[in-house]
């Protein structure tokens, strides 16, 4: 359901797309002309939530830059004359006229935050037909307008974003915070897989497929296995603040003991010093 490529009425292509994936996925876009030349490429940017932040040629000249609300709504549109592109939030092809955003399953009204078109499983989704991500637009996404998941890309994006920050203005990073960021990216892969697979699938009624329980299981399986690693590695970090506080004790302890030594050598010193003299 990814778009790969756009054509015209007439069946030309007029563009290509490289893509890895679908929300923040969308790698660059090679524009043709009617006649089948290569007119324009664009490399895409991205925030933390896979929404699309701006658009560079292949000399790294920027073309374009955008920002939103939480919820889509344009609060930037800056585009390079003669330049224009119809993919913005979540990485969601745009429709120029209406400013509705299509996900696939059904169009999305930015400015009211809600989907213009019902839950394609109707109630079974949930009694708020035309909720978009329940109301959490911060901390979840839809890829398809199917289901609602956890933002993978925010913490994992983010946190290598504040290493490189840290790491450039020289600031230490606390010996807790690996095991810490690696839980919350563990954890959030986890949680987004198993979301990801074990969302409402549009079928017939009719439609049986008895490899789907097996498929949830393992998906399961692996947000419970990823869920234990991202338990342990925050156990582990809580216990490092304590574990420092009994290596800083003792290390005072030796210093102590150290200082009552060597003080006890000098006053044994200066008394044979003082009877050599009489």
Known sequence: MDVVQE???????RANLTRVGNIGGLLARQTYTSAGALDKTAFYSYDGSGNVVGTT????????????????????AQENAGYSQPYRYSTKWQHAQSGLYDYGYRFYNAGLGRWINRDPIGEEGGVHLYAFVGNDAVNSWDEYGEQPSPQALAPVGGGILAAAAAFLAGVTIPAWAPPVAAAVAVGAAGAAGYNYLNRP????????????PHINQKAKAAAEAAAKVAKEALDAAKSLPN?????????????????RARQKAEEKGGTHGRRAKC
């Open 243 to 259: 574990k420092t506080k009994e290596i800083k004790k003792n290390i005072e302890k030796l210093q102590n003991e150290y200082n």
């Open 7 to 13: 054509r015209d009425g007439s069946n030309v292509v």
């Open 57 to 76: 040629d292949a000399s790294q000249n920027v073309q374009s830059a955008y920002l939103y609300d939480a919820f889509g709504q344009s609060q930037l």
């Open 201 to 212: 699938r549009i079928t017939p009624a009719t439609d049986s497929s008895p490899n789907e």
